[in-house]
Structure formats: structure tokens, C-alpha cells
């Protein structure tokens, strides 16, 4: 895992997720909901979370579910302001 989160961001625990009673998981990130998962595509993950020997790999499995996350461009929610119009 040399090259994987070089920079540190999943020790943070940056993703969150829920799992409702139909076993649809909903993956958060900073609290704010990017990627829905159904059916077997749910199930697989939920294997791999419960089979995660860590925190970070956990993160490092709903990181990469997400998709968009491995360009090193998404923005740290804590810094970025709303407008407030």
C-alpha cells in the first residue's frame, strides 16, 4: 500500500456509511452523501468492509468505490466556504 494515500487523507476517516434494512448503503464523504449502492453491488462491499483488518482500509475501500476520489483534486470540506446567497 506504498503508493496508495501518500498524502495521509484516510487516516482522517473521511468516508462514513449507513446500511438500511434492504442493505442499501449509502457512502458518505465530510457528511455529505456521494455514492448509493444496491443489490450485489452493495453486498460485495459490505463483505469487504466486514473483512477489512483496519480503519483505513475500510476507508480505502469506500475511496475507491466512490471513483472520483483518487485524483488528488477533490477539496478538504472543512476549508471550503458555502455562499451564503
Excluded at 506504498?2 to 462514513?16: W, Y
Excluded at 448503503?25 to 473483512?51: C, P
Excluded at 483488518?53 to 476520489?69: C, R
Amino acid at each position: 500500500m506504498g503508493n496508495i494515500d501518500k498524502r495521509k487523507r484516510l487516516e482522517k476517516e473521511v468516508f462514513t456509511y449507513r446500511v438500511t434494512k434492504n442493505n442499501t448503503v449509502f457512502i458518505d464523504y465530510h457528511g455529505r452523501q456521494v455514492t448509493t449502492l444496491k443489490g450485489k453491488e452493495a453486498e460485495k462491499i459490505l463483505n469487504k468492509i466486514n473483512q477489512a483488518p483496519s480503519d483505513h482500509e475500510v476507508q480505502l475501500i469506500l475511496a475507491k468505490v466512490t471513483g472520483n476520489f483518487k485524483r488528488g483534486n477533490e477539496k478538504d470540506a472543512t476549508k471550503t466556504k458555502k455562499n451564503g446567497n
